[in-house]
């Protein structure tokens, strides 16, 4: 590449810097207390109404509303606020992922079934080393563990 390549490199990186800078394609879900079909309603109505919002799903069983387009989670929640509602982002994630899914703090009998409390705090996911010897003793990963013959 000569200097001629590199001084329109830089300038295409430079102009790229300086256009707007396009919404992404976002999820946000929300943790959202409904009661009945009207408060879904609502819900749907005013998550709807969030700028770049594609759609909106509403599961009351799980109380769970979610909104998928080109929006901000700031936006959603301020929509979310304006409903009255009592909500916080959506706190689950399938219990699959997580390391120790039955520890206390990560464990949540409200979770929708196979799903517990999400958590950045790995201080709650420590184990003792009681709890760890226990759980390496019954993991299927473990050659050693207990078996029936």
Same mark, same amino acid.
């Not at 999820?27 to 709807?48: F, H, N």
């Not at 929006?71 to 390391?99: H, I, L, Q, R, S």
């Given at each position: 590449?000569?200097?001629?390549?590199t001084?329109?490199?830089?300038?295409?990186?430079?102009?790229?810097?300086?256009k707007?800078?396009?919404k992404?394609l976002?999820?946000?879900?929300?943790?959202i207390?409904?009661?009945?079909?009207?408060? $879904?309603?609502?819900?749907?109505?005013?998550?709807?109404?969030?700028?770049g919002?594609?759609?909106?799903?509403?599961?009351?069983?799980?109380?769970?509303?979610?909104?998928?387009?080109y929006?901000? $989670?700031?936006?959603?929640?301020?929509?979310?606020? $304006?409903?009255?509602k009592k909500?916080?982002?959506?706190?689950?994630?399938?219990?699959?992922?997580?390391a120790?899914?039955y520890? $206390?703090?990560?464990?949540?009998?409200?979770?929708?079934?196979?799903?517990?409390r999400a958590?950045?705090d790995?201080?709650?996911?420590?184990?003792?080393?009681v709890?760890e010897?226990?759980?390496?003793?019954f993991?299927?990963?473990?050659?050693?563990?207990?078996?029936i013959?």
């Amino acid at each position: 590449m000569g200097v001629a390549g590199t001084l329109e490199y830089l300038s295409e990186l430079i102009s790229s810097s300086k256009k707007k800078k396009k919404k992404q394609l976002n999820t946000v879900s929300l943790k959202i207390r409904m009661d009945c079909e009207g408060c $879904a309603l609502k819900v749907k109505k005013a998550l709807s109404g969030v700028k770049g919002a594609k759609s909106v799903d509403v599961d009351m069983k799980q109380q769970k509303a979610t909104v998928y387009g080109y929006v901000d $989670a700031k936006n959603v929640m301020k929509a979310a606020k $304006a409903t009255g509602k009592k909500f916080e982002k959506w706190p689950y994630v399938p219990y699959t992922t997580v390391a120790h899914p039955y520890v $206390a703090g990560v464990y949540d009998k409200k979770a929708p079934p196979n799903f517990v409390r999400a958590t950045n705090d790995p201080t709650v996911v420590a184990l003792n080393p009681v709890e760890e010897q226990f759980t390496l003793m019954f993991n299927d990963e473990n050659p050693n563990a207990c078996s029936i013959m």
